[in-house]
C-alpha cells in the first residue's frame, strides 16, 4: 500500500504503540524505506534504527542509571534494556502520550456539563488503579487510602472515585462498602458512559493510585492538583517517573491531612503536542509535510 500511493499521495506515515507492533512495523520499513516514516511510541528495547523516529519516557532509560545498575544483579545487567544512550531520533518525553489536550477536554466540558458542572466543589475525583510486578499493592493500600479519603471528605463538596480495569474485585469492593452510603461520594460502577474525560475537565484535584503512568500523564495535564498515593509500594522506573512529577511541581504524596479546597498550580505536561511539533520538524527535513 505504501508503494502503491507513495506517487499519488506521497509517504505513508505509519505509528505504531507498544511492543506487539515493532515486528510489523519494523518489517514495513525494511521493506519500503523510501516510502514510509515509521514512528515508533513506547521504547522498542533494541535496534532502534529500525524506526526513523522512537517516542519514549525519560524514565525508560532508568536502566543505565548508576542507582538502577545497583540494584541489578551483575549477571542479569547485560539482559536489562535499553542498553544504549538515546540519539537524535528518539524524542524523549516526561510521561505517557494521550489525547486529553485542552480541545478534546474543552469538549468534554461540555458532554459532562448536566452532570459534572453542578455537584458542590471542590470536586475531587479518584482514580485507582492496580497491582503491578513494580507496585505491589492490594487490600492494605485501600484501607489506607479510604482511612485517609475519609479524613479529608470534610473539605470536599463532592467526591468521585473510579476503577481501572485492573482493580482487583476485592479493592472495589472495599471502596463500594465504605463510601456507599455518603451522599458527597458517587462510584462509576463501570455501567454506562465513561466519565474519565468529562472527571479530567471538571475536577478541582486528583488523588491518583501511583502504578499508572498513563493516568498520572493524563491528570497532570490538566494543571490541577494532583495528589499520589501508595507511591512507597512502588520501585525501579514509576518510582524516577514521581519523583519528575514531583520536582516539576505537579504531584504530592497524599497523606489525607490535606484541605482539598487549597490549591497550587504547574506547568502543565504537554508531552503530545511537543512530540508531534518534533514529528513535523523530522518531516520536515526530508521534504515531507503532514496534509490535513
Not at 460502577?189 to 498520572?216: K, Q, R, Y
Request: charged share 20%.
Amino acid at each position: 500500500m505504501a508503494r502503491e500511493s507513495f506517487e499519488k499521495e506521497g509517504p505513508l506515515l505509519l505509528i505504531a504503540s507498544g511492543r506487539d507492533t515493532i515486528l510489523v512495523a519494523s518489517t514495513i520499513r525494511r521493506l519500503a524505506p523510501e516510502n514510509v516514516f515509521v514512528i515508533q511510541i513506547q521504547h522498542p528495547r533494541s535496534r532502534l534504527d529500525r524506526f526513523d523516529l522512537v517516542i519514549t519516557p525519560r524514565h525508560d532509560y532508568y536502566p543505565q542509571t548508576a542507582q538502577a545498575q545497583e540494584q541489578i544483579p551483575w549477571f542479569l545487567q547485560r539482559w536489562i534494556t535499553p542498553r544504549d544512550h538515546p540519539d537524535s531520533h528518539v524524542i524523549l518525553t516526561v510521561g505517557a502520550l494521550h489525547h486529553a489536550d485542552s480541545s478534546t477536554l474543552r469538549s468534554a466540558a461540555f458532554t459532562w456539563h448536566e452532570e459534572l458542572a453542578y455537584l458542590p466543589k471542590p470536586l475531587l475525583v479518584v482514580n485507582i488503579g492496580g497491582p503491578t510486578r513494580n507496585c505491589p499493592y492490594g487490600a492494605d493500600l485501600a484501607k489506607e487510602l479510604i482511612t485517609k479519603l475519609q479524613n479529608v471528605l470534610w473539605s470536599c463538596g463532592s467526591l468521585r472515585i473510579s476503577f481501572s480495569r485492573r482493580t482487583p474485585v476485592k479493592v472495589s469492593e472495599m471502596f463500594v462498602r465504605e463510601f456507599r452510603a455518603n451522599s458527597k461520594v458517587h462510584i462509576w460502577d463501570g455501567e454506562g458512559s465513561n466519565p474519565h474525560m468529562g472527571h479530567l475537565a471538571w475536577a478541582d484535584a486528583f488523588v491518583v493510585t501511583a502504578d499508572s503512568v498513563s493516568m498520572l500523564s493524563e491528570v497532570c495535564s490538566t494543571g490541577k492538583p494532583v495528589y499520589i498515593a501508595g507511591a512507597e509500594w512502588c520501585k525501579w522506573k514509576f518510582a524516577v517517573f514521581r519523583n519528575s512529577l514531583q520536582e516539576r511541581g505537579a504531584v504530592r504524596a497524599f497523606t489525607g491531612k490535606e484541605d482539598i479546597s487549597e490549591t497550587w498550580s504547574y506547568p502543565p505536561l504537554n508531552d503530545t503536542a511537543e512530540s508531534a511539533a518534533h514529528v513535523h520538524e523530522a518531516l520536515a527535513k526530508r521534504g515531507w509535510r503532514i496534509c490535513t
